[in-house]
């Protein structure tokens, strides 16, 4: 009876320690099918010199449904295998994809976009106006619940789309109508003049009625699922994955563009061994963080990327009486040594920013950036310590108070945390009295809490959704839930409704002016402290030609790509 | 003991029904809402909030959970893979840390019990010493520092692994994890089973058993290490839970696609349904170890047994 | 041990008829425990000289007084403070004057370029020949002499505290479950079940972010995931004691429940759980380190050893020595630890004096 008791243990042991897992030995992981699929697929196209690209990503996609998507990740994925009505061309301008050509009408309030006629999706059905009828129904429809309908409402100002999201009218009743197979017309409330570059905005992509059906519920969440019918093919995918693969679409209408065989997708989270990668040569393309700056800087595949976030520091005037104070925050603007910050601690190349609207991503009229002026505010934004010095005695004397106490509430991000580090010990050694406690928050958390108004500081960010200022300044009108400081100007409530819906939405020129006086208000009383656009640190190898990397929308392009061998 | 059994099992549903609904409790008490992107509007949240069904109460929400997790539906990711089925989302990617855990336990608990081994037969030389330092590195160095170190080395400097996990070589691009995983359990078993055998090689029985001339490896492997096992088996259990469920740092360093940064993610992102899901693997993997474990105990030591019963 | 104290019973027998009153339980428990404090005395005098007969165990010991010195005073040794930055003087390699000659810590730092290998030294590049960093600056130009052993500070409070409070919550849920047994036994067990069941990273991720987050709150977090390995232990060791000869006889004569659960049991599983403690510790460290990998550990720019090495990490292949002092740091607190507790374990076992 003992020796049974005591080979039971060892059994029990053994069966702990062996029996559980063969070590890898049979190589049938149930999830491997789509290595199969990619080794294929790269065996198959001829032996032309073409290649696929070996593309980094720090986060996995999120979804491949182009009305329920709203991360850069999945839209630049999404756009690998769609096109819309528009593309984006290498400067970002908006130029025709399954457009052929379009009229608008003398009012600007309808467009009418003709579709090409070889354009078709990769189970063989033409792409029709149809598609884009249903996709866009389904960005708006209460049941979707996409989070990006505002792209069709607020921003695109297509008819009806408001009523619809509330529930007031049928989805049926939005202002894009098929015409007939290859005619879209769109109807909008007001002349939208960023209208066309909305449209390569993936919330914009058709979807296929019938092929939707078809998948039930299961709609872009496996190759199988999607259809393209753009530049490249999905052909491993499965959902939140790390690694996946598109291949080249042949029967793609623009097909002779393409010159990459496909892409390799490889998610990696830890940007060290992301750079040891991209040296090992298994990588084309990664993103290098600013600790491995001083690795790469005399590199020449080492390069900065305009990322279009503009970070700033939101103060909370309504909820927080010491920074109701104006003195109070232009002393606090004035103190962030804002070329230390990109210089010192991010390293990756982002601009020191001294203007509420980021540059480089919004073009004027006459071809101008809006924000490439940045001094235009420096006498109410700019690092000066002894001034802000003096703002800051003149503040505490208004309040009648020594000294104050802030809690900053941060992203647990890494660039975050360290510019906050920065900022807390700019602030506490140019302003005596000032102490600031930092907070660190997922970011969810950290949204809810501003957006509750239940914070004091906050480190935030905004990343530009469309190429106008209005993407940035509409944030500011009173009761605007990104509103965070709970500012509220009279004026400039009044000067942005003149702009977006007023007389000023069909004149250009007089628009650009009214909103550069928006702009000053905002900066003018120090309603956010803007710090810095943001770049992101890439390597490319300089086998790698032709591929476009855009702030807005789509942040990487590669219809245009060539890898020489 | 039959009669034992069974009520074990059976209280172990309660436990992991309790578990299930401490869970949602834990869910409702988490600040933020898979929802509030800066990008939504209120009336979208309320929209998004129904679509959902997390506008109703808790115990509305908690059976109707219950109810579909019967029949196989464990809800819909909100945010990490939008609208993914959960049950397809942990599908493919459970295994893969299980495969992994399991390699870094078996070499873990094989290294560990070597090391253990010799450190107690040779007690109090420089043997001892050396291994007590390895197992001390191997519990103070953290994982994600041995998993970079290892990556480095092995696979950047020398080129002999993959860095990265691939599906096309899911054997060699599993070393370097299982190894770098496997550190914590070598040493914490390596720990034990030199306390253990230690105590096993002073006790009585022993003396009697080489009294009677038995001696060498048939000493020690018979007589000394069976008994040692039963309470490094205790130890062992929990570890393989949570090296089976995966370790989130490994997995974010050598990009695998396992559950533990599922998780993580998660929590961050407050996708309900996924932490629930994997929390509630979690602990079912647990409870049902542990279970095997109470009740092969209850088998093995006669004491365990005697106590139970004279209750 | 008392044996010989009493005199020889059998005389007194012959002439005494016995009376009711002999046959009453003597409620001397007073005298049972001054009996037993006595011998509790030469116990402790003897696991005293047992584990200073043991070298590592006193290597193990004067390592921690040594920590625990130098996090006292460490950051006080040099002109900087742990959160002072200075952005010109950022990543420099670790410094000390007196060691230059030899050809180490000069301020030299290899650094692997994508490019090809190259040397900098940034006190001789910046012309900051009064400049030293024992251990090098980090990316805000902090001094990493001062952060280690602040951090060290950090990390053994939030370790001390959380390993202790566990002690007292861990053993006494260990203790009463095991020796009630039946149904209380059923019921504080299925609870733990429950308690360890849900994955601690979730519990104590939750926690943090419901909880302002700081030390106590990391404390409580650890507290609330630690405690139950300690319950294990001490009810496996109850279960073990209960059904022995000196329970029964404590019981038999009248000792009340929480009597012999603290003051019978306990001392007698005094070695076990010593020993755990001294194990939970380096645990404790280790977790919290963790957490700071997570980002919920302790609040920038307060550090611990878990946040220095989370933050050297992120620079492991560009400035390699900026992880290496917290690292050391650590694994001498969690050897030394660890040799404490062995020594102590030995010292404390009696079975083991022979060996």
């Known amino acids: 009876m003992k020796k049974t008791k005591a080979l039971v243990a060892l059994v029990l042991a053994s069966a702990m320690v062996f029996g559980l897992v063969g070590c890898g030995d049979n190589a049938s992981a149930p999830a491997n099918n789509n290595t199969a699929a990619a080794s294929n697929t790269s065996a198959g196209t001829e032996a032309t010199a073409a290649s696929d690209l070996n593309v980094m990503l720090e986060t996995p996609v999120e979804s491949l449904d182009p009305q329920q998507a709203t991360d850069g990740t999945s839209f630049e994925v999404i756009a690998n295998y769609t096109d819309g009505l528009m593309q984006m ?152 994955a790390t690694a996946f693969h598109l291949t080249k679409n042949e029967n793609y209408y623009d097909a002779d563009r393409v010159k990459l065989s496909g892409l390799n997708y490889q998610v990696i989270q830890d940007s060290q061994q992301a750079l040891m990668s991209y040296q090992t040569g298994a990588l084309d393309t990664t993103l290098v963080n600013g ?47 804002r070329d230390a910050i990109c210089e010192d601690v991010l390293k990756d190349g982002s601009a020191p920013t001294y203007t509420a ?43 009648g108070i020594t000294e104050i106490t802030l809690d900053m509430i941060v992203d647990a991000d890494d660039a975050p945390q360290k510019v906050a580090q920065v900022l807390k010990e700019q602030w506490e050694t140019t302003l005596p009295g000032l102490t600031v406690n930092l907070v660190v928050e997922p970011k969810k958390q950290r949204v809810e809490d501003m957006q509750n108004g239940d914070f004091e500081v906050a480190l935030t960010r905004w990343g530009p959704d469309y190429a106008d200022p209005m993407t940035y300044l509409g944030m500011w009108i009173t009761n605007n839930s990104n509103n965070y400081g709970f ?31 928006a702009e000053k208000l905002v900066m003018d009383e120090a309603v956010i402290f803007p710090l810095y656009t943001q770049c992101n640190a890439e390597m490319l190898s300089s086998k790698v030609t032709g591929m476009q990397f855009h702030p807005v929308a789509l942040n990487r392009v590669y219809k245009d790509a060539v890898k020489a061998e | 003991m039959k009669k034992y059994i069974f009520k074990r099992i059976l209280t172990s549903v309660f436990t992991l029904l309790a578990i299930l609904l401490v869970l949602f409790v834990l869910m409702q008490l988490m600040p933020g809402s898979p929802f509030n992107d800066e990008k939504l509007n209120e009336d979208q949240v309320q929209a998004l909030y129904a679509k959902y069904g997390l506008d109703q109460p808790i115990v509305v929400q908690f059976f109707k959970y219950v109810g579909n997790m019967l029949q196989g539906d464990l809800g819909v990711s909100y945010k990490i893979s939008k609208n993914t089925p959960i049950s397809q ?191 509630f693997i979690y602990s079912a993997m647990y409870i049902g170890i542990m279970l095997v474990v109470d009740i092969l105990y209850g088998i093995i030591d006669p004491r365990i047994r005697l106590a139970k019963k004279g209750d | 041990m008392s044996k010989s104290k009493t005199a020889n019973p059998m005389e007194a027998v012959a002439a005494y008829t016995p009376v009711d009153d002999d046959f009453k339980l003597k409620d001397n428990a007073s005298a049972i425990a001054i009996d037993e404090n006595y011998a509790a005395q030469s116990f402790w005098k003897d696991v005293f000289i047992r584990y200073f007969r043991k070298a590592s165990a006193v290597i193990g010991l004067f390592l921690i007084v040594l920590i625990t010195v130098m996090a006292v005073i460490g950051p006080d040794m040099n002109e900087y403070t742990y959160s002072g930055q200075n952005l010109d003087q950022k990543n420099f390699a670790p410094r000390i004057k007196v060691l230059e000659k030899f050809g180490i810590f000069n301020g030299d730092e290899k650094m692997n370029t994508t490019t090809g290998t190259k040397t900098i030294n940034y006190y001789k590049e910046f012309g900051l020949d009064d400049v030293e960093y024992w ?66 990273l979730v519990i104590v991720t939750l926690l943090l972010l419901i909880l302002e987050p700081g030390m106590l709150t990391i404390i409580f977090a650890l507290m609330l995931t630690e405690w139950v390995g300690m319950s294990r232990i001490a009810r496996a060791e109850m279960l073990k004691l209960k059904e022995q000869e000196f329970v029964l006889a404590s019981r038999t004569l009248g000792a009340g429940h929480f009597f012999i659960i603290f003051k019978e049991v306990l001392p007698n599983i005094i070695g076990p759980i010593i020993t755990q403690v001294m194990f939970s510790i380096p645990t404790a460290i280790f977790t919290e380190a963790f957490l700071s990998f997570v980002g919920l550990g302790i ?57």
């Open chain 1, 89 to 240: 061309d290498a400067d970002g301008k908006a130029v025709n994809a399954i457009c052929d050509h379009y009229e608008l009408s003398e009012d600007g309030l309808t467009y009418t976009f003709y579709l090409r006629d070889d354009a078709n999706w990769s189970n063989g059905t033409p792409v029709t106006a149809a598609d884009f009828v249903f996709a866009w129904q389904r960005a708006v429809d209460p049941a979707v619940a996409s989070e990006y309908s505002y792209m069709m409402s607020d921003i695109g100002q297509i008819k009806n789309a408001a009523e619809i999201i509330a529930g007031e009218k049928d989805k049926s009743e939005l202002g894009a109508t098929a015409i007939d197979e290859k005619t879209l017309q769109v109807e909008l409330n007001v002349p939208v003049s960023y209208f066309l570059s909305l449209l390569y905005f993936p919330t914009y992509y058709p979807v296929n009625e019938e092929f939707f059906n078809s998948c039930g519920d299961t709609f872009g969440t496996s190759p199988e699922t999607v259809l393209s019918n753009g530049a490249f093919v999905l052909d491993s995918y499965e959902p939140a």
């Open chain 1, 291 to 337: 600790e491995q700056v001083d690795q790469v800087k005399d590199d020449p595949e080492f390069m900065a990327i305009g990322a279009g976030y503009l970070w700033y520091v939101s103060p909370n005037i309504a909820g927080v009486p010491e920074l109701a104070n104006q003195n109070i925050r232009m002393a606090m603007t004035m103190a962030i040594n």
């Open chain 1, 357 to 399: 609207v980021p540059p480089q991503f919004a073009t004027g009229p006459d071809g101008s950036d809006f924000s490439a002026d940045q001094t235009k505010f420096s006498d109410v934004c700019a690092y000066d310590a002894a001034k802000a010095a003096e703002y800051w005695s003149t503040g505490l004397s208004e309040l």
């Open chain 1, 487 to 517: 500012w509220s100007n009279a004026e400039y409530d009044a000067i942005i409704a003149e702009c977006t819906t007023g007389a000023l939405c069909t004149d250009a020129e007089g628009r650009w002016t009214r909103l550069y006086d």
């Open chain 2, 89 to 279: 989302l942990i599908q493919t990617r459970l295994p893969i840390s299980i495969r992994i855990g399991g390699c870094a336990v078996a070499i873990g608990a094989l290294a560990g019990l070597l090391l253990g081994l010799v450190a107690a037969l040779k007690h109090d030389t420089i043997i001892d010493s050396l291994a007590t330092v390895i197992s001390v590195i191997g519990v103070s160095v953290p994982s994600y520092v041995f998993a970079l170190a290892l990556s480095y080395t092995f696979g950047f400097k020398l080129g002999w692994f993959p860095m990265l996990f691939s599906q096309k070589d899911i054997f060699g691009s599993s070393i370097l994890p299982s190894v770098s995983l496997s550190m914590f359990t070598m040493a914490s078993i390596a720990r034990f089973t030199r306390s253990e055998m230690l105590e096993v090689l002073g006790s009585d029985y022993m003396l009697l058993a080489e009294s009677k001339g038995i001696s060498g490896p048939a000493l020690i492997f018979r007589h000394a290490l069976r008994n040692a096992l039963i309470p490094i088996i205790t130890v062992l259990a929990p570890l393989i839970v949570d090296l089976m469920t995966g370790s989130l740092v490994v997995e974010k360093i050598f990009a695998i696609p396992g559950v533990g940064s599922l998780l993580v993610n998660a929590i961050q992102s407050n996708d309900y349904n996924v932490v629930i899901s994997l929390s």
């Open chain 3, 135 to 200: 251990f090098g600056s980090d990316k805000f130009g902090r001094d990493i002499w001062t952060r280690t052993w602040s951090g060290a500070r950090v990390s053994l409070i939030i370790a001390v505290a959380a390993a202790v409070i566990d002690m007292v919550i861990g053993m006494s849920y260990g203790l009463i479950s095991g020796y009630f047994g039946g149904k209380t036994d059923m019921i504080m067990q299925r609870i733990l079940e429950i308690a360890n069941g849900i994955p601690r």
């Open chain 3, 299 to 355: 609040p920038v720019p307060q550090c611990s050893l878990g946040s220095l090495i989370s933050e050297g990490f992120n620079s492991f292949t560009t400035h390699p020595y900026q992880i290496v002092p917290p690292i050391v740091v650590m694994a001498l607190l969690m050897l030394s630890f660890n040799l404490v507790a062995d020594g102590l374990r030995e010292a404390l076992d009696p079975k083991m004096k022979e060996m």
